[in-house]
């Protein structure tokens, strides 16, 4: 398959030389490493130097350096989990407060950090805090040493965000293809959110230090059968994998389906609800739908701590909702793309239930389970939609995963050494012969086994986000087309003006500002179909007057269903300063401006 626009746009070896300031991702890596090992402390303001020796030695760390604050000082764990060197810390009566070192990026080291609202949102766009809080749980734990399966379309193992991430994936598919490799960029988004690696380039996963394996099971057009995604299942829990990713569906369960879930219940297998915009409590999707332990639903919530209008819900069969509208991750090739539906929802689930295993390598997958769905944020319009009624909270999560109470050995009792008796050999009796063989008994007459019914036919499982996800929102970092045409939606060429008119007619409508706190903060549009909207920008001038400004003005392809467009300087945005500005958008069919008061 052709590289994606996303892929034109931003090669990767141009990422480096973009960004003058990047930290090299070496570099980044060692520095973001020794600060997940460090702990900010303050001591009473009388200790003594010695004293403050004592304290460090108890909880087995070590001074790096003090800092110019009354008694706080930075000291380094040593063997042992920073979370044991902190509770010691803060159980010792000579200690005001201790609290981890904090990594803190300027929009991170990844480039379009600023674009990840799913992962920490500061209320730029959106509401604030409508996020899984990444950065919070990325002080306790980042993944290490846990991998994910992902059950999907594949995953492009020469990403650039990718190196290192990613595990041998298996093809299980007939197709002619021999590998794991994406063909589509479904599985490569979904790999992304959860392991891409923070190495000052493109996005971070919600578990960056995780590793993620690909089950390919759905082809190039996204498509597979029920068979092939339950050889997936099986074949993640085969290999150990305690945690899978299945961003995929369809309208019935499986008999395959059943058996691969349940005979791997230390596997925790995070599905995606689906894209229908329907109350899915009385079934029509599967894996969602199982009731089994170890399967959790997640539904999709918007940049507005909503549910996305997509996105299927359900009071008894979705588990939580997780950030999945407009989510911005890995493509094809080394592409970065937007996109939407429960499919970009489950995965930031699936990276937090990583968290909590690689902090809590001893939990059980109810454990896991558990910890996911009583530490939830409780938007208010998330309140009835699903069993917790909430959002998920991967900071809340790994505070919430049960202690286990170890169980007491019991003294065993003495066992009294008793004297021996002699025992009398008795008299050996005769034993007599008996006079014939006894005639033999017949066998029972077998009671015939019932035949199985045949197992139903493999249905075929379109990927859940046939509406939303199937055509991906504008690539990063321009939504600017490139000189010399346009592209069609979902296309790479440019194309002419007889192809032009060849696209479906798509309307615009519903054009409206979105605002945080009473400001301006992006454009919202619908698009019935995929098309192109052009826009042009004007602002008012001394007198009064609106003078249109060329160098602002652009063409967009779009894909169908709801769109934003950005305000202020983010990679998508029009980069709008102070002023009053009318902004006009034109569609195939069409058209909408609104004005903006920006101070």
Excluded at 432 to 456: E, F, M, N, Q, R
Aim: aromatic share 4%; hydrophobic share 40%; glycine share 10%.
């Amino acid at each position: 398959m052709s590289r994606s626009l996303a892929a034109r746009l931003l090669p990767a070896a141009l990422v480096a030389a973009s960004l003058p300031f990047a930290v090299p991702a070496v570099a980044a890596a060692d520095t973001v490493a020794e600060i997940n090992d460090q702990i900010v402390v303050r001591h009473r303001a009388s200790l003594t130097a010695g004293a403050r020796a004592d304290v460090r030695a108890d909880a087995d760390v070590t001074l790096e350096r003090r800092l110019p604050l009354t008694g706080v000082e930075v000291v380094a764990v040593g063997d042992e989990p920073r979370g044991d060197a902190l509770r010691a810390l803060q159980s010792d009566p000579d200690v005001l407060w201790a609290e981890p070192n904090r990594v803190v990026r300027a929009a991170t080291t990844d480039e379009f950090w600023n674009l990840q609202w799913g992962l920490e949102n500061d209320g730029a766009s959106g509401v604030a805090d409508a996020d899984v809080d990444a950065p919070d749980a990325w002080a306790t734990s980042r993944g290490t040493g846990v991998t994910v399966g992902v059950v999907d379309t594949g995953v492009a193992s020469s990403h650039p965000d990718l190196a290192g991430q990613l595990e041998t994936g298996e093809n299980l598919i007939a197709d002619g293809h021999v590998t794991a490799e994406d063909g589509n960029g479904h599985g490569t988004h979904v790999a992304g959110t959860i392991v891409a690696a923070e190495n000052a380039i493109g996005v971070v996963g919600v578990a960056p230090a995780a590793k993620v394996k690909a089950y390919r099971v759905l082809n190039d057009v996204g498509v597979g059968s029920s068979a092939d995604v339950a050889a997936g299942f099986a074949s993640a829990g085969a290999a150990g994998l305690r945690i899978v990713n299945a961003s995929l569906g369809a309208p019935q369960p499986t008999l395959a389906e059943t058996q691969a879930i349940t005979s791997n219940p230390n596997t925790l297998f995070v599905v995606a609800a689906g894209n229908a915009g329907i109350n899915v409590d009385a079934g029509g999707v599967y894996p969602c739908a199982y009731t089994f332990a170890n399967v959790l639903c997640v539904g999709a919530s918007d940049i507005n701590d909503e549910v996305a209008s997509y996105s299927n819900r359900g009071s008894v069969s979705v588990d939580l909702f997780a950030p999945g509208d407009q989510i911005a991750s890995t493509w094809l090739a080394d592409g970065y793309m937007y996109s939407s539906g429960t499919s970009m929802a489950s995965p930031m689930v699936a990276g937090a239930a990583a968290l909590i295993l690689a902090s809590h390598p001893g939990a059980s997958t109810a454990d896991v389970r558990a910890a996911l769905l009583t530490s939830v944020d409780h938007p208010a319009a998330l309140a009835t939609v699903s069993v917790t009624g909430g959002r998920l909270n991967a900071a809340q999560a790994l505070l919430s995963v049960p202690t286990p109470t170890p169980t007491p050995i019991p003294t065993p009792t003495p066992i009294p050494t008793p004297t021996p008796t002699p025992t009398p050999i008795p008299t050996p009796t005769p034993i007599p012969i008996p006079p014939s063989t006894p005639a033999p008994s017949p066998l029972p007459t077998p009671t015939p086994t019932p035949t199985p019914a045949p197992a139903p036919a493999a249905t075929p499982i379109p990927v859940v986000d046939g509406s939303p996800a199937d055509v991906p929102l504008p690539p990063l970092p321009s939504l600017e087309f490139p000189a010399g045409g346009e592209f069609p939606a979902g296309g790479d060429e440019p194309i002419g003006d007889e192809a032009r008119e060849a696209l479906p007619a798509a309307r615009l409508s519903h054009v409206r500002t979105m605002s945080v706190k009473g400001r301006p903060r992006a454009i919202r549009f619908q698009l019935s179909a995929a098309g192109t909207v052009s826009v042009v920008v004007q602002r008012r001038g001394a007198a009064g007057k609106f003078r249109t400004i060329k160098a602002r003005a652009r063409t967009l392809a779009l894909g169908a269903g709801p769109q934003t467009l950005g305000i202020g300087r983010q990679a998508s945005g029009l980069g709008l300063p102070r002023g009053v500005w009318k902004v006009a958008l034109r569609g195939p069919t069409g058209r909408g401006t609104v004005t903006l008061h920006l101070r």
